[in-house]
């Protein structure tokens, strides 16, 4: 770190105190924060001082000045920063003043409080709002059966080892399904279907070219790859938490600050992509069915 950035953490850090000072007027009992996960801390003129702690890592009488990429000058920055970390599925890296020294430490959630990946809901239907009259059903049933279509001979055959033909496919039936839809709104209900296919076209782009940069020479079936909680792959767990099942790793904290790589597999991606697609149109087919007998 240069000397410049030596300075400027500095500053942030004295002006972090001196907004705590001010905070509290001078003799003022420490203010407690809500106990969190990670114990009892509390707003002293110093700054956010843990007092009981209840992780591995953190000792009595540590004030914590970052975690992760927040730095903590109130109760409210300190839980900001850890909902961000549960959510995000992230270790705790904090910097802290200890016996006069600023110092990193990993501190481990505890068990109660792990934020390791949920388990895999199982496939379930997506919701559809949108109405299908008996008069555009028959339209809306054509497009469905040729997403079903598409989705069977796709599971069929993975892992599949190059983007194309697939990602030329996924875009001719989005085309298909805008131009349907701009006659028949109701095909508008086979969005969220058309949307998993979007997404296998997006991971199959960012193998492909995730491979090239590794340096292999050729498609790799069940290839893992790194990858970190920003996007793309991110993103990709975001919209649909039960990719998560395609993690190997969860990224960590990095001994230089930041976060290390994951480790994930697209094609285990794909396959639960395929998996809920195929899922949600027979869901679809049963409601359509149903309406049609009404």
Known sequence: MTASANRGRRRTWLLGLLLTALALPAGADPVPCARMEIGSVIVAENGLRVIEPAVRGLAAGDVLEQLNSHELHTCADLAAALREARERGLALLFLVVRDQQRIAVFALWPRAAAVAAPATPAVESTPTPVAVSPRDSEV??????????????????????????????????????????????????????????????????????????????????????????????????????????????????????GESNGRWSPDQAVRLLVERALADAAALRRRLDGEGAG
Not at 151 to 174: E, F, H, K, M
Not at 211 to 236: C, F, I, K, M
């Open 140 to 257: 809306v049933g054509d497009m469905l059966s040729r997403l079903v279509a598409f989705g069977q001979t796709l599971q069929a055959s993975l892992p599949v080892l190059t983007t194309q033909p697939w990602a030329s496919r996924i875009g001719d039936l989005q085309q298909a399904c805008a131009e349907g839809q701009a006659h028949t709104p109701a095909v508008g209900v086979l969005a969220p279907i058309l949307a998993y296919y979007r997404t296998v076209a997006e991971i199959l782009r960012y193998k492909e070219k995730a491979e090239r940069e590794a340096g292999y020479t050729r498609p790799q079936p069940n290839v893992v790859l790194d990858y970190h909680s920003g996007p793309p792959v991110g993103t990709w767990m975001h919209r649909y938490p039960f990719l998560r099942e395609s993690i190997v790793e969860h990224p960590g904290p990095s001994l230089i600050g």
